[in-house]
């Protein structure tokens, strides 16, 4: 089948930042001549010490270093906000749409400014310097904004923990990052439905002893516990002090934040990103992809737990002086009309959300959609997951009324911004392709042996050559970093997915080729929900697969064998999934749990997920070879079970 193909519109080519001949020419450049491109782009942000060298890399695990820009210091929450007083203090910084369509709050950069400073001297004051982690627990409320930057104006490193974390992932995190200081709400509201945040921190912190505050944002107003000599009011406290902070001066390869994410062993990563590096690639990715001009408004769907969130709502935005829009609700409520509402209320122009969240609306029909205007809407995008073709035609068609190019941004917690997607006046669109890398993007497809492939092909996608967004290791662990990242394929980024190339030289990626799953978007390890069912006490052994599903691509598979006298039953399956949505997180609730005597296991006591995959996902035709397996009839036993749980 031939794919289809949206060649640019003449009036794109036309009026786009970037042209396909200037994308062209500037790949070129970019790769043969990476110092002098990226030190270019550098230009576009406020530097305190202008650096005089650019790039220091060398992927070898052996004589391993990623610097960028590292004589050259800055401070972020600058970049973001005073640098813009000049001309746009009353410029809308950030539009906040509540989860009730009847809360919004409109935030200038002059107002930006002084809450971030307000937010800095309150952290100051409670001991906060530079170099100390703060844990950042809050729902999607514009003083998560100005958490993150006022820890980047005093230099300190935050730690976002999405609101939708268990109290014991939050423990984890904390305790992982050692941070002192915990910011949070009362609550949290999504969807008309409160979330107990401050309930959880509490819980949480019981197992960590060395946090000393809690600051406590007021969301809901709801009553909740406030211990004496720990916790704040943050209101009360912001009250008290100037709405002006110096900035801290910070070098830039100084970390700027850590984010957590699920790695396929182990506990989650903490991901660090740096300052110099990080900011210069996230502002102007979000320029050239999104094909950014001033006076846009601007709305990323994600929440700011994410990287997403981080890159894309915060930093780049409004690096680039933008109005970002905040959104503290769900597509549903208190319609399936409602993003398209929020559209129209703010008239935005860019929109960036997630595949899931399309398949999702797709389902209630175009009138939701079409009854709206959606008139000022310039360019969708998408990101998380692989886009399937249905999804973005319907997105194209339905939503943007084919006159909106949609870009399909693929990138990683990891890679800080965007990697392979096409430009909007540059690239011709494959529905259900990231199509080409960005500048000084250089991907590969390898085989299983690390063989290069070439041309049209399948393979491993790995990437040759460093970008300033890049990760700089796995907080407290940089064995971890270069073990996951560079040692597979020796000198080579490993994405961890598999992807495709066609003979157009467009790369679509295939999903995750390791034991990560993504469900809606949200990347989970497997073993971390299996950790977490083998903690309920009736548990003697869990193994955990993805297998697909219509709306949120991949759905969790849960095997599990029970301890001796445990019965079976359909109520322990639904006490199990609550277990690991209370333990670990709603989203990893397991869809499917299917309870067995026993896993298919090697001789040596390996669980054969690649069995358990196919089981799952009902091709039980072609198991391949299953002579290595200690006992064979474990397998025939696995199916007969799984035709019954449907
Ligand atoms: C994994 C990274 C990118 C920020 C949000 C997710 C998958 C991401 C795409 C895309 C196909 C995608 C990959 C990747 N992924 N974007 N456009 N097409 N797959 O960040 O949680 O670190 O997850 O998400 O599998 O490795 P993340």
Redesign the pocket.
Known sequence: MQDTVLPVTPDWAERALIDRAAYDDMYAQSIADPEGFWRDVAKRIDWIKPFTKVKDVSWDPDDFRIRWYEDGTLNVSVNCIDRHLARHSHHVAIYWEGDDPRESRTITYQELHDEVCRFANVLTMQGVKKGDRVTIYLPMIPEAAYAMLACARIGAVHSVVFAGFSPDSLANRIQDCGSEIVITADQGLRGGKTVPLKLNTDLALTQCPNVRRVLVVKRTGAKVPMQDGRDIDYFEAAAKVPPVCQPVEVGAEDPLFILY??GSTGKPKGVLHTTGGYLTFVAYTHEIVFDYRPGDIYWCT?DVG???GHSYIVYGPLANAATTLMFEGVPNYPSVSRFWEVIDKYKVNIFYTAPTAIRALMRDGEEPVKKTSRASLRLLG??????NPEAWMWYWRVVGDERCPVI????????GG?L??PLPGATDLKPGS?TKPLFGVRPELVDADGKTLEGAASGNLVLLDSWPGQMRTVYGDHARFINTYFSTYRGKYF???GCRRDEDGYYW?T??VDD?I?VS???LGTAEIESALVENLKVAEAAVVAYPHDIKGQAVYAYVTLKAGQPATPALADELKAFVAQHLSPIAKPDVILFTPSLPKTRSGKIMRRILRKIAEGETSNLGDTSTLADPAVVGDLIERAKHIG
């Not at 399909?408 to 890679?415: K, L, R």
């Open positions: 994410t699920s994600a994410w990287v997403t998408s990101v998380g997951e692989p886009i399909d941004t693929w990138w990683q917690t990891e890679t965007i392979i997607s990231a994405t961890g997915d990626i999903g995750r990560v993504n978007g949200h990347r």
